[in-house]
């Protein structure tokens, strides 16, 4: 049952001395043909009769069934031509930390192993010296989120060492970061508001005054040319976690010339003031800039805000005291003229603290809350 040739050489040799211990005309048939072989060969000397031999005798006759046990597993094996194999866990030989596979089944991903024989590193080193290669492997590893650099030495698909490279390419490293980040997505930096505020600014006026005049800050835009933007900014760094200390807003706006600098903040402003005082964010991330602002702040205006240079009228969102929306609109006159009274009306229920005027464009505008006017 046990899949180590050695022992079958034990046995032919025992079997020689005495027959009953194993088949005799097994027996008989191996040493015929072995005979055979030695007077077709003519190789001049006596057999080597060690036993331990069998595994380099495999190795040279099957170079692409050499195995090595998979890290961690125990009765796994991967082989030289990239193919999988195993033994029976029972089999002393799964044990091994590399053999050569004489005999498997026919399956392509992960072959029974039938008949083996181990062998040890350094014959393997010593007879195929000329066809292991040394490789720098400097590559991004998803499951640890790095860069990870080593110094493998291979023979075919089969890895015989793999160690740590202490100090890996410069350029190689880069490569494999900026890889990293392409193949995990741009989630993987470490966006804030004032990063996405400033790619959503851009996407805007690109749209109005179209491509030529603007850089593409889309993800598959920013993903293709990564080494040009984010390159330079990466150098030296190997994990995911050094990532966060970029300032992807400030690298970003490295992107944008002088002039495009200018026009930003004319045509697209992060902030609009409004009749309280109060300096409001403007939110460029829909299709449409909104503005939220708490309806009391923005008693009596009556012209709706605009960028891209009165081009574009904002979304205004009217809140509740509490942050809730309670209108939309785009045209303020005609809310205050025909929204009003019913709004009005459903707030003053939910809020009697606050004033609620019965025109809203002679009232002065209000921050905070404010104990309704008596009278």
Known sequence: RE?????????????????????????????????????????????????DT?????ALAYPDRIGRRRPGA??????????????????????????????????????????????????????FADQIETEAV?????????????????????????????????????AALLEGIRTEGLQILPWDAAAESLRARVRFLRGIEGAEAWPDFADDALLERIED????????????????????????????????????????????????????????????????????????QTETPRVAWGKVPVLVQLLSPAGRPVQVTRDLASFWKNGYAAVRADLRGRYPKHFWPDDPLTAPPIRRVRPRHSG
């Open 3 to 51: 899949s180590d040739l050695r022992i079958r050489l034990e046995l032919l040799e025992e079997g020689c001395r005495n027959e009953a211990l194993v088949d005799r005309s097994a027996v008989r048939r191996v040493l015929e043909l072995s005979a055979l072989w030695e007077r077709r060969l003519k190789p001049g000397r006596e057999r080597p009769a060690d036993a």
């Open 54 to 58: 069998v595994g380099l005798l495999l």
């Open 74 to 127: 125990t009765t796994q094996f991967l082989l030289s031509n990239g193919r999988g194999a195993f033994l029976p866990a029972e089999d002393p030989l799964a044990a091994s930390d590399y053999l050569v596979a004489a005999e498997l089944d026919g399956d392509r991903r992960e072959a029974r192993i039938f008949l083996a024989a181990p062998i040890s590193e350094a014959s393997l080193e010593d007879v």
């Open 138 to 174: 400097v590559a991004w590893d998803r499951r640890e989120q790095a860069v990870l650099a080593r110094r493998r030495r291979r023979l075919h698909s089969l890895i015989l060492r793999d160690d740590p490279l202490e100090r890996p390419d410069s350029v190689a490293a880069l």
């Open 229 to 300: 933007w984010l390159g330079s900014h990466v150098e030296g760094m190997m994990r995911r976690s050094q990532l966060r200390q970029l300032d992807l807003r400030r690298i970003l706006e490295a992107q944008l010339d002088w002039r495009q600098k200018r026009r930003l903040e004319e045509g697209a402003p992060t902030h609009l003031t409004v009749p309280s005082g109060s300096r409001i964010a403007i939110d460029y991330a829909g299709e449409t800039p909104v503005l939220a602002v708490r309806l009391q702040e923005m008693f009596g």
